[in-house]
């Protein structure tokens, strides 16, 4: 199995609060990404990262921010969060080149009340 | 704008029968990537298989086989003699020429086989 991590694996939260989410990997791949499901939805891109500081936004990155400051590790925050960020969050990395498949982290499911 | 279109939103089969996932693509790269995965209902994604544009042989492994076919744009998914541990969502992603090898997903089909 890929070595991804991310914590922490549930979370309940207030609106309004702010929230991050972590994603660690020992692949020392470049690419990472924050995605989020929901139903009917399928997966759908928040935001990437190319390398050590250099981030992107993905489909749906409005009310998301991220920051990657060391390979290893790629953080999700939610400045102020609102209910309809209420979703299954995954982290993924993948290699250098078009064919390399994504492996993904086991998930983060985040409540917001 | 790439699409993947899963127009299969749930299956449900009994146990040993045959079953297909469709997966319809839309890209106007010349290269790109088509991938499916499986979400158990434990909830993990897992790389199922990759195919690259120009490689158009069909692929089996043990129950599982994939059908590329460029003309219809269409990368089908068969498992053989379904099993209970074969119920998950299945998604099928490609990926095309892009800087961040950025994935597009279909909406997933829920595949249910009882016993």
């Known amino acids: 199995d890929a070595g991804i991590t991310q914590s922490p694996r549930h979370k309940v939260t207030e609106t309004g609060t702010p929230v991050t989410l972590r994603c660690h990997q020992t692949?020392?791949?470049?690419?990472m990404y924050w995605y989020r499901q929901d139903p009917g939805h399928g997966l759908r891109l928040i935001h990437y990262?190319?390398?050590?500081?250099?981030?992107d936004k993905g489909e749906v990155s409005d009310g998301y921010s991220v920051s990657r400051s060391k390979t290893e590790d790629f953080l999700l925050t939610l400045e102020s969060a609102t209910s309809s960020q209420t979703s299954v969050y995954f982290c993924?990395?993948?290699?250098?080149?078009?064919?390399?498949?994504?492996?993904f982290g086991d998930g983060t499911r985040l409540s917001i009340l | 704008a790439q699409k993947v279109t899963q127009a299969q939103t749930e299956i449900s089969v009994v146990e040993k029968e045959d079953v297909t996932l469709d997966c319809v693509y839309e890209t106007r790269d010349t290269t790109y990537y088509l991938f499916w995965y499986k979400q158990p209902p434990s909830g993990e994604l897992v790389f199922l298989i990759r195919r690259n544009s120009f490689d158009e042989q069909n692929e089996i492994s043990g129950r599982y086989s994939w059908n590329f076919q460029k003309s219809t744009s269409s990368f089908n998914f068969t498992i053989t003699a379904s099993q209970v541990v074969d119920s998950a969502v299945y998604f099928c992603a490609l990926s095309g020429d892009n800087a961040g090898n950025m994935l597009t997903f279909g909406g997933g089909t829920r595949l249910m086989v009882k016993p």
């Open positions: 692949e020392n791949h470049r690419y």
């Open positions: 993924a990395i993948s290699g250098t080149g078009g064919d390399q498949p994504q492996h």
């Open positions: 990262s190319y390398g050590v500081k250099d981030t």
